[in-house]
């Protein structure tokens, strides 16, 4: 590294030295133009050959070491995630947890899926259910059931909370909205690689993709 550190300041005084004796008005007017001056070329050469030798003297393969049989890397998995990296993993993992992120008053920690969730993270919380395959009706019944329970305490509030006795109770939701909602959610995991949609063979299944526990 002192030997590196020691061309690159050989290279940085060369360059101060050449813009000193070089007059303002005349480095300008070089900047402004598109063709390069004579005197820059040695310097990008200079420049080249410093990046040539550094990799060539330090970016050795290792079969061009000695004794580079006797090297075992056993940490693998740390590599790979730092190299490849798995944002569907990643993903996975933020709409499973998806309350510690928000950090709301009306999504609690728990093992219960609530309905106050996202529905993309309430379908990725009750794909955890199933195996490989998700039957897309059974799926959809659950989702329908939070979504509908969900409603339901909320009017039972309303019609409890003496302040609003005068006001409207909240309308459950339609069984088209809540098929759109359903449809975007599985739209949005098909996306992010979290399932794949069902084949013509057996279009009422769908196929759920694991990323490691």
Known sequence: ??????????????????DSVRPAKEKWA??????????????????????????????????????H??????????LQS???GNPRRLVQLGLLKSQSHL????CRNGTAVSGSLHDTSIMCNLA?????????????????????????KAKRKSYSSPSKKKSKPLSPEGRAMIQARFCRAVTEMQITGLVRMPSKRRPELVQRIAFGP
């Not at 590294?1 to 050449?18: C, F, G, H, N």
């Not at 955890?128 to 339901?152: A, K, P, V």
Request: aromatic residues 8%; hydrophobic residues 35%; proline residues 3%.
């Open 103 to 106: 950090k709301c008053s009306c």
């Open 30 to 67: 070089r900047r402004s133009t598109a063709s390069t001056g004579n005197s820059t070329v040695p310097l990008n050469e200079k420049a080249a050959v410093l990046l040539q030798d550094v990799t060539r003297k330090y970016l050795v393969p290792v079969e061009c070491l000695p004794f």
């Open 1 to 18: 590294m002192s030997e590196i550190s020691d061309k690159v300041k050989e290279l940085q005084s060369t360059t101060i030295s050449a």
């Open 128 to 152: 955890q259910e199933y195996g490989d395959i998700i039957n897309l009706h059974d799926w959809y019944m659950t989702f329908e059931g939070i979504i509908n329970s969900t409603n339901s």
């Open 69 to 78: 049989e006797i090297i075992c890397f056993k940490n693998v998995d740390v």
């Open 82 to 84: 730092a190299l490849i």
